[in-house]
């Protein structure tokens, strides 16, 4: 009878998941099901050992921290022994097979005869092996993600774990962090959706990225990110809390902000009138005190507005030519135009102009210099000069040296002049060579063979093509480019 029953408990635990081993008072062991022989990576039960002692023999058990499980504490013998216990977690490897390794989660089953003696002597195991390893796995990966990390439990809001990321952050030791709670380290501390991430944290639901001061050990704080993910960690409920170092970008962000009050300070009290555009739609800025000075215009009247709707521009030409040298190179350097005040007065000034970017905008930092008393006084002299130009023949090479040097500051963009002498036409060509030679119009045309009337065309011409109107800046144009030269010296040799 006692046999019979024996086979039908045999009989029921062979199709269990679980594995079944069956050990005698006597030390010996008489079963095993199929997925306990399985869990020690045998066949059959001479593999796994007949007797407690020949198990010990075959196989190595170990606790999770890797220290060896005494012989006297193997699960076998314990439950030999009539001890009952629930969990006990083991690493089981294989004396012949190293790398053979399973984690075993064990269980004692005692059942007693009538007369209280031990009658059925079991050990249930369930493989947890795949469990641990990805517990391994996500051990490793958290002690090694650099970005700082705190594993917070659920039930008591303590700190179980802490990655080598969130020490170097906060120069916490580790001691001081494990098994403190929220209430001693605050990680939403003067967070803006603090409240709510309390809640997410009470409720195991993610919690959103948000800004939040850490104390530090030493009672700095550090402007950080953070975030929470629920996740299970041996069985608890518990939220992973990781963080973004914000402190590098709040020191950048201070000293971009002096950098740029600085920068506003030398642009308002810079003495060169100044202007600050949007280069996309030519509105103004901003401009400084030297600009109002200049042009009467105050910010009220000009920032917000364009250029054009300000009508600063005297013309379009030059307007346009300005703005195609910034569209091609970005920059201008000493464009020479006329602008309009607001008492509508014209300036002759000088304009530098260069892209800068500000709020990823990209934008225009123009400044001027009033240039109109140095062409006034420029214009005088070269009216008095014009006056004489009907007898330049006295003229020395130094005077028509000194002349161009003179207007040379007024060309300031040469990539905006006239193309050159082989723009114009071979009678052009021979009125400009007399031109430098100080004919007059009379005699021209006489040493040309053609009428005054035809002289006058040609000289119009000539100045429409080279974009002077007056003798004296033709014969500047034409030295400046060395057209002439050999004629000029021949003239000064004769009349000596």
Request: glycine residues 4%; charged residues 30%.
């Amino acid at each position: 009878m006692e046999q019979l029953r024996r086979f039908e408990l045999e009989e029921v635990v062979r199709s269990l998941t679980e594995g079944v081993i069956l050990i005698e008072p006597d030390q010996s062991i008489t079963f095993a099901n199929p997925a306990a022989l399985s869990m020690h990576g045998v066949g059959d039960m001479g593999e796994l050992g007949q007797s407690v002692n020949e198990y010990r023999s075959r196989f190595i058990l170990r606790y999770r921290n890797n220290h060896l499980v005494k012989p006297s504490e193997y699960p076998i013998e314990r439950v030999l022994s009539g001890q009952s216990f629930d969990e006990v977690i083991v690493e089981v490897e294989r004396r012949d097979v190293p790398e053979q390794r399973w984690t075993h989660r064990i269980r004692s089953l005692v059942v007693n005869d009538p007369k209280g003696a031990p009658d059925c002597l079991a050990l249930v195991i369930a493989d947890v092996t795949e469990q641990f390893q990805a517990q391994d796995r996500f051990e490793r990966t958290f002690a090694a993600n650099p970005a700082p990390a705190l594993i917070c439990r659920l039930a008591d809001q303590a700190f179980i774990k802490v990655n080598q990321g969130f020490l170097e952050m906060t120069g916490f030791e580790r001691d001081a962090v494990l098994e403190q709670t929220l209430s001693d380290i605050d990680v939403f501390r003067q967070a803006d959706q603090r409240n709510l991430a309390l809640r997410k944290l009470q409720l195991g639901e993610t919690i959103p990225q948000m800004e939040a001061y850490l104390e530090l050990p030493g009672g700095t704080d550090k402007l950080v990110i953070v975030a929470g993910q629920p996740l299970e960690v041996d069985e608890a409920a518990c939220m992973l809390l990781t963080f973004a170092d914000l402190e590098p970008r709040r020191l950048a962000m201070s000293a971009l902000k002096q950098r740029e009050e600085q920068i506003a300070k030398l642009f308002r009290l810079a003495p060169a009138p100044m202007s600050l555009w949007r280069r996309h739609d030519r509105r103004f800025l901003d401009i400084n005190e030297a600009f109002c000075t200049v042009t009467g215009y105050r910010a009220r009247d000009i920032v917000g507005q364009s250029s054009d709707q300000v009508s600063l521009w005297t013309d379009d030409d030059s307007r346009n030519r300005f703005h195609d040298a910034i569209a091609l190179k970005g920059s201008v350097t000493g464009f020479e135009t006329r602008i309009r005040r607001k008492d509508g007065d014209e300036l002759i000034v000088l304009v530098s102009a260069d892209t800068v970017v500000i709020d990823s905008a990209e934008c225009l930092l123009c400044a001027f210099q009033d240039v109109s008393t140095r062409k006034q006084t420029e214009a005088e002299l070269m009216r008095a000069i014009e006056a004489v130009m009907s007898d330049a023949s006295w003229f020395s090479q130094a005077v028509i040296d000194k002349l161009a040097a003179l207007k040379a500051p007024a060309r300031s963009d040469r990539s905006l002049m006239p193309s050159g002498t082989a723009d114009l036409s071979a009678r052009e060509r021979e009125v400009l060579e007399r031109l430098c030679r100080g004919l007059d119009d009379p005699s021209i045309a006489a040493d040309l063979g053609v009428s005054r009337h035809t002289v006058r065309n040609h000289v119009a011409s000539l100045f429409r093509k080279i974009g002077v109107n007056r003798r004296s800046d033709a014969v500047v144009w034409a030295r400046d480019r060395g057209f002439g030269t050999d004629q000029l010296h021949k003239t000064r040799k004769r009349r000596r």
